[in-house]
């Protein structure tokens, strides 16, 4: 079964390509590629997920190659809930962006990068190796960057080249990372340099070098403050189909890949500030996205810095090194990439329908729109951990992983975060959709409401329905944290 | 002693390219700065592999390997280097287009908050 894992980075690969080869010629083809290959991922990424769920980690070597000389793609359950969700949420994105782009040149270049940005994604989140994991991340970054600058408007191509500049400079430090870490391991296979860390034979100050290169790499693309300058530059430029995949999954992917080298080949035993460090990172971030969100005019803005502040939890979660914490991250992933999407949605049909940004020319539009309405709403008390929405079990499950590990202030600080975003998101809805507005607006496509109803029941029925969920991110926190079946099955030996 | 002076290049490309980007106020000149922070890990991660005394690392008929430098992170930065190439060059595509629209190569265009 292990060459399953191959299919989710070279099914996108294809269809990208077919895409820029042929989707010019006709639309229903391009989308048929499109969308084809999506659900054959949501197939894939739903039997890889049942496999893991049961207790195996996936493990397999790229041609034949046996590790650590050889690159490896190892999946455990907590990639493959990340590629089920990457599946999912694209999917959506490229049923939405049928509509949305209608009439722009180029879209055969756009669903082309697309792909090749769930290919990247996907790749992140199935190696094994850290190297890989840099080409990947790159991978994701360069198809990133266009399709900010999708518009090719002088906004659009300043946002783009901000991002390029600073995720470039943090790539580069990602890099001399993994120099560091094959300089003192010997090896860039994750399990076997956790493997050797854990032995204790590697020179540890080499080893701390190249976690804080690889940190700070991975801090500037997952838009940690204060690293966060081009996220509320870069996601709202991007056409909201783009945005939404960018500020669900793409920052998401940073995280994971955090995540994996802090869990997996280090140990959140490395070091005595590792935790601590990342916790109070997550405060900053959070404080920083939360304020900052309460002031913006522009819905996309005020999105993309909520999307800052929910990298800090995300972020807390995984300083507070309980198994509580790691699942409630892991959950808050998953929740984040529903919420945010279907938010990023939603302002793409209100962006549609009215023509501005500006939330303060919007206005009553409540009776005009009672989807977007609804979904707004649905959207944001989840984002801020609203019961009965699935972004409150996340959150509470941060929430006890800090108590655990005897955290109060930061907890304190969280929760008192989360009644931030509350205000910001009844704000928003207020501006929006209450009050008095004169109707002004033509009606919205179908294919562009279906993408939101379906985040919305999602939404709700995680939010009510929290059993299954919580029983995969319950698995996936267990097995980072033990990180023994993961070595021994990518290593190949035996229990 | 001597086996670390190498390492001085890669910090003074390093310093250079950081130079590059905060202090240069042309869009080029900073993409040259980024440029030169990917040269000097890459001179970086060559130097980590380097052995003294080490030959290249083929083994042809008649000649073995005694002692050979590490050809892995010189596969490694092969990758990274084709990577740079494309960043960069997608970069200055935008950076043309941006000069069409903009007739300017401003580093403020790009280094302040963008707001609509």
Redesign the interface.
Known sequence: MSELLVLPVVIPLFAGALNALIGKFSDRLRYGISIGSSLLLIGIASIILRITFGGEVLSYRLGGWPPPTGICLAVDTMSALLLLVISFVSLLCVVYSISYLKGETGVHLYDSLFMFLVAGMNGVVVTGDV?NM??FL?IV??CS??LV?FR????E??????Y??LS??GM??F??G???L??STGT?NMADAGRIIQAGTANSVVLSYALICIMAGLLVNSAVAPLH?WL??AHP?APSPMSAVLSGLVVKVSAYSMARIVCTVYGLTFSKVLGPLLVALGLLTMLTGAFLALVQT?IKRLLAYSTIGSMGFILAGIGSGTTMGIQGSTFHVINHALAKAMLFLVAGCLIHRLGT??MRKMGGLMGEAPIEATAFLLGGLAVSGVPPLNGFWSKLLIYIGLYESGMYLPLAIAIGTSLLFLAIYLRAFKLIFLGRGTPRTAGIPKLMLAPVVALCVLTLLIGIFPGMPLDFTQKAAEQMLSRTLYTQTVLGVGP | MTANYPFLFGIIFFALGVYGILVKKDLFKMIFGICLIGYSTNIFLVLLGFVEGGSVPIETAGHPIVVAVDPLVQALILTAIVIEFAIVMLMICMVIRLFQIEKSTDGNLVATSINE
């Not at chain 1, 191509?157 to 901000?162: D, E």
């Open positions: 190297f840099y080409v790159e970054s360069i960057y266009p600058a090719c408007g002088s906004t191509l300043r946002a783009g080249l901000k390029a500049f470039m400079v580069s430090f890099l001399l993994v120099g560091f094959y300089n860039l300058t509320p530059d430029a522009d940004r500006d």
